[in-house]
């Protein structure tokens, strides 16, 4: 579904097109690359390759997530995981009774990574060089 778009911002971000410039009235050699989206998480997934199964499918809480996997639904569940984001004061994190029966939530949003860390995630990726060739 997403696959000519991948394949049309593959040829633009490494080869470019030759693009016309009316104001200019010449050509040049026009590259891009895709800075933002908004996305649900099937199509997160689609566009850029991660996992949306499973219990790491969250690319925010990654191997820290609380999902849990459903003996008789025979999958992976991700109710009441994300109460952790909410304000510590908001009243959801101490409802007992419209989550999981019995259980508040006391934890911290997981830590967001700095570059460093990011990349030890990613250190076995090949090396991509960014911006224009010289």
């Known amino acids: 579904m997403l696959r000519p778009?991948?394949?049309d911002l593959?040829?633009?971000w490494y080869f470019g097109v030759q693009t016309?410039?009316?104001f200019r009235r010449q050509y040049f050699l026009?590259?891009?690359a895709l800075m933002w989206t908004i996305s649900d998480l099937l199509g997160y997934g689609m566009l850029f390759g991660w996992s949306t199964h499973g219990k790491l499918s969250c690319p925010y809480c990654m191997e820290n997530s609380k999902a849990f996997w459903l003996e008789h639904g025979r999958k992976t569940s991700f109710f009441d995981c994300h109460r952790q984001f909410l304000p510590p004061d908001h009243p959801f994190r101490r409802n007992k009774n419209d989550f999981?029966?019995?259980r508040t939530e006391n934890g911290t949003?997981?830590?967001r990574l700095s570059g460093d860390e990011m990349r030890s995630h990613i250190?076995?990726?090949p090396d991509v060089l960014f911006g224009k060739p010289p």
Request: aromatic residues 10%; charged residues 30%; positive net charge.
């Open 5 to 7: 778009l991948i394949d």
């Open 10 to 12: 593959k040829q633009l």
């Open 20 to 22: 016309y410039d009316s």
């Open 30 to 32: 026009m590259r891009a």
């Open 100 to 102: 999981i029966k019995g």
């Open 109 to 111: 949003m997981p830590k």
């Open 123 to 125: 250190h076995w990726l």
